[in-house]
């Protein structure tokens, strides 16, 4: 059976596209708010902890460099793990404190990475009107500001929607 090619919605021009940030903590609904967003209004959906596996995915040639900074950055921890270990095996100079690695500080990817990732994602024609964020978060950056700054420079012009998700509660309190 021959599948039919996604079909996408017509570009529009920058300044009328219309996204949407879901901001909320896990468990809030979204997810499911922007799967229910995506099906009526045909926008993309982005997940920050995505972007990095969408552009590898897709072969990208930021995803490609991005792939290839986090392979240093992974040899440059090993490097700094194998020099703490004998240092740590000398008695420390007066004064001088020993630290171990802060081995997820290696794993982050530069600003100009994330922002390159995120205009790579967000030219695909899945986002010709504008997409959704699912998720700010991510394993690649030190924080959710990070996200959102990129978010700020790639759709500079456009307009963004944020709403804010919270946990509700039942009437036992759960």
Known sequence: MNQKPPEYPQPIEDSEKHNIILYGPPGS?????AKE??????RGIINMNELLEWN???????????????????????????????????????????KPPVEEEYQW??????EQ???ARFNHP???VGVIFDNLACSYYKNEFVAIK????????QIIQLLLLKNQKDENGI
């Open 29 to 33: 609904g979204k997810t499911f708010l």
């Open 37 to 42: 967003l995506n099906k009526q209004h045909r």
């Open 56 to 98: 590898v995915n897709n072969q990208t040639e930021i995803g490609e460099k991005a792939t290839k900074y986090l392979e240093t950055q992974r040899q440059a921890l090993e490097v700094a793990k194998a020099e703490f270990e004998k240092a740590s095996k000398k008695k420390p100079k007066k004064g001088e404190e020993l």
């Open 109 to 114: 990817i530069p600003y100009e990475i994330v």
């Open 117 to 119: 990732l995120l205009r």
């Open 126 to 128: 899945e986002c010709n």
């Open 150 to 157: 990129a978010i700020l420079n790639v759709l500079e012009g």
